[in-house]
């Protein structure tokens, strides 16, 4: 192997070891617990939407308010943030097992597949934690809003509205997996299945199912208006989440499907929940 790949591999294995230290494992729970806990709130917040509460985010940063307003809520704010943290390091980590893979060429792209949902899952926490910091120091921030005006900004640029287009595909292409997930039940080995109780596991999955089922929706929706703003130059449509539960609740049988969504993500938080008690980080589901 040439020296300069040896110390590269070496650099990788290093790595590698801290990602696997117990002392991140045990942070990255604590972020899966966290992760949970987000899910449950935004659960109970859409189903307080579809009761026609007024005032409320039915999104990540609705949860992490609801978090804030809590007594304490500042210290479990820097927990939440720290643990989902530790919890993108653990799972980005796996790149580092993968990454061999890369210099062969029968396995370059299932690699590079494997590595980059690692990457994704790893940002998605990691967006998160940031966003409970902000809140942990006193930072007001919206998604929605910031949503909007990266849009608009994006859009009063040359080629913005074919950008804004790609992303609201990928985002729908992201509520199709989620959906597939579920349905296919690969999200089960993400879950230590050996370590947990057999009668545990046809719990895990169907609260898993609905989970998945539930976040693919919102997503498509989140897609949706997004696509709309690129087509529209209208702005307003791309509100993340929180819009997505909005234009939900103005269907038909709005609080209907609403209270479904709503069990839905409360479902995935069980799911997570488990998953902190039981964790794998097997990126080839």
Do not use: N
Request: aromatic share 8%; glycine share 12%.
């Amino acid at each position: 192997m040439p020296r300069p790949l040896l110390r590269l591999h070496r650099a990788v294995e290093a790595a590698r070891e801290v990602t696997d230290h117990p002392v991140l494992r045990a942070a990255a729970r604590l972020g899966l617990v966290a992760y949970g806990v987000v899910h449950l709130l935004i659960g109970w917040l859409t189903w307080r939407v579809s009761r026609g509460a007024d005032e409320t985010d039915a999104d990540q940063t609705g949860a992490l308010q609801t978090v804030a307003g809590t007594p304490g809520g500042a210290v479990l704010l820097w927990a939440i943030g720290l643990g989902l943290l530790s919890l993108a390091l653990w799972q980005g980590g796996e790149v580092l097992l993968w990454w061999r893979g890369l210099f062969h060429r029968e396995h370059r792209l299932r690699t590079a597949v494997v590595c980059a949902k690692c990457l994704a899952k790893a940002a998605v926490y990691a967006v998160l934690a940031v966003t409970a910091l902000l809140f942990a120091v006193g930072a007001e921030y919206r998604a929605g809003e910031r949503l909007r005006e990266l849009t608009g900004e994006t859009l009063e640029v040359p080629g913005g509205a074919v950008a804004v287009g790609a992303v609201a595909v990928g985002v729908v292409v992201l509520g199709a997996y989620s959906l597939w997930r579920g349905a296919t039940g690969g999200f089960m080995r993400d879950i230590d299945l050996p370590a947990a109780p057999d009668a545990w596991e046809p719990v895990i999955e169907v609260v898993g199912r609905i989970g998945y089922a539930a976040k693919g929706v919102a997503f498509g929706v989140v897609g949706v208006l997004l696509f709309r703003a690129a087509t529209t130059a209208d702005v307003s449509t791309a509100t993340g989440l929180d819009g997505a539960m909005t234009a939900i609740g103005r269907t038909g049988a709005g609080p209907w499907l609403l209270t479904v969504v709503a069990v839905g993500f409360a479902a995935f938080g069980v799911y997570a929940l488990a998953r902190a008690r039981y964790p794998d980080r097997d990126p080839s589901s």
